[in-house]
């Protein structure tokens, strides 16, 4: 079974390579992941004789080529209260996009570098924030900036983290950027951030988690722009107003999210709107559910410059520390890079709405 899954993986990374063997594709690199083995015991020892464990089995992170998978695998891992906390969202906003591809297009020269924020990023995923690591591996945001940088995404780090960000910082061999919820407290952490040296500060609006819902307090953006010297993004915008309303308290950046809104609305279907209203005025990024490279085009058709991705973050730092972050991320960068080049597209700015097709229910029947 171990080496029909391990083929899968080695048969969908050729055929990426077969599609695009672009610049991306050289970029990003190839690496065979082995399960892992514990060293054999010594001879005469106590431990030399096999013995049966009947407990749960967490494939090796070598064995995965689906970021769904990494769900199952953080089910086995973590209990089930703090499992219950980043266990899968709706995907139902998705499910009613299609793709409209192009044939006979040139992609050899793939590439799907973007530039946001001051920093040129390697594609346009970015590990989203996630609260509070440690409740998933002991080696909490750590591992998470350590995996992210090995496959070349840069992270949003939550104020609400179990490692200082002076630490954090200090390990990160990759952008980082800092997420903070609007309130009192927010200026004094910003001004920490800031001098760990995170790149961009991204406030959120509406209630952190178990908090009630909220709704936007605009003063919190006021207060925090004065006299920063970094990026200021808004996280928690929903819809065209929120966006206008976003740039006219000097927002530099726009996270589409539903996190800690009183709102049902999905990301994906928000987006196309806030990007409208947004004109291009500043980058617009989106969260909520990608699970697929497949979801990440579909923000980015609609105009999106970046994904921020935070479940599977989660699943995998907690069922295999750095190793799955890194594995997340590559997985969504390679299904990103063949659907490009299977649907016509060379590079992000040849992307639009008219690679993509909205219908009024979910398209999918399993």
Not at 103 to 131: E, S
Not at 186 to 191: D, I, K, N, S, T
């Amino acid at each position: 079974m171990s080496e029909k899954l391990f083929s899968r993986r080695r048969i969908l990374a050729g055929g990426g390579a077969l599609l695009a063997p672009s610049a991306f594709a050289r970029a990003q690199g190839t690496r065979a992941a082995a399960p892992r083995t514990q060293a054999a015991p010594a001879a005469g020892s106590s431990r030399a004789r096999p013995t049966i464990d009947s407990g749960p089995r967490v494939a090796p992170v070598g064995e995965i080529v689906l970021v769904r998978e990494f769900e199952d695998s953080a089910r086995l891992t973590l209990s089930p209260a703090v499992f219950s906390t980043v266990a899968g969202t709706d995907h139902q906003g998705f499910d009613r996009i299609t793709l409209r591809p192009r044939m006979l297009v040139p992609t050899m020269d793939l590439d799907l570098g973007v530039d946001l924020f001051g920093d040129r990023l390697f594609t346009p995923i970015v590990v989203g924030p996630v609260a509070d690591q440690k409740r998933f591996h002991a080696d909490a945001e750590l591992a998470t900036v350590r995996g992210a940088a090995a496959g070349k995404a840069a992270v949003m780090v939550s104020s609400q983290s179990s490692v200082p960000i002076e630490q954090i910082a200090a390990e990160a061999k990759t952008p980082l950027w800092y997420q903070v919820w609007a309130g009192a407290e927010a200026p004094a952490l910003v001004q920490r951030a800031v001098q760990a040296g995170v790149r961009a500060v991204c406030v959120t609006l509406g209630a952190a988690s178990g908090a009630p819902a909220a709704e936007p307090d605009w003063g919190a953006i006021d207060a925090l722009r004065q006299g920063l010297k970094v990026p200021l993004l808004v996280k928690g915008i929903v819809t065209a107003a929120e966006a206008r309303t976003a740039l006219q308290h000097g927002a530099q950046g726009i996270v589409v999210s539903t996190w800690g809104r009183s709102t049902q609305a999905s990301s994906i279907l928000a987006l196309p709107a806030i990007v409208d209203a947004v004109a291009g005025k500043v980058p617009v990024l989106v969260d909520g559910s990608f699970r697929l490279g497949t979801d990440i085009y579909k923000a980015l058709a609609y105009g999106a410059q970046g994904v921020l991705i935070g479940r599977p973050v989660a699943w995998g730092l907690a069922a295999y520390g750095a190793d799955g972050v890194r594995t997340v991320v590559e997985l969504l960068q390679s299904e990103l890079g063949r659907i490009m080049a299977m649907s016509g597209n060379s590079n992000l700015k040849t992307l639009g709405r008219q690679y993509i097709k909205l219908h009024a229910t979910a398209m999918r029947t399993t």
